[in-house]
Nanobody, 124 residues
Framework: QVQLVESGGGLVQAGGSLRLSCTES????????MGWFRQAPGKEREFVAG????????LYADSVKGRFTISIDNAKNLVYLQMNSLKPEDTAVYYC?????????????????WGQGTQVTVSS
């Protein structure tokens, strides 16, 4: 059973940075995509960023493009989300997810394993 565990969330002032990490309990030998999603209070969960594991091709939501960077360390089985220039509207619970295929998409249904989430709070 694949388990994903996120870490690195916390409280930061607007303009600051955080780096989220996601680790898998079972080493993934197949070429699955990985993604980050977030859910703010009272809102639907939304796509943030995705990455194709082998080619490291990445995809971003328009709201985070240029500020967030997704990366992957295949040797360590870790996925990162570097978040810079944070804004109060980035406040949310951030979830790591593993794709059903190697292609990173923005669709939640294309991801089959999810972590429990890590809280990110950006103060103004």
């Amino acid at each position: 059973q694949v388990q994903l565990v996120e870490s690195g969330g916390g409280l930061v002032q607007a303009g600051g940075s955080l780096r989220l990490s996601c680790t898998e309990s079972v080493r993934t030998v197949s070429n699955y995509a990985m993604g980050w999603f977030r859910q703010a209070p009272g809102k639907e969960r939304e796509f943030v960023a995705g990455i194709r594991r082998a080619a490291a091709t990445s995809l971003y939501a328009d709201s985070v493009k240029g500020r967030f960077t997704i990366s992957i360390d295949n040797a360590k089985n870790l996925v990162y989300l570097q978040m810079n220039s944070l804004k109060p509207e980035d406040t949310a619970v951030y979830y790591c997810a593993r794709g059903r295929t190697s292609w990173a998409t923005q669709l939640q249904n294309d991801y089959d394993y999810w972590g429990q989430g890590t809280q990110v709070t950006v103060s103004s």
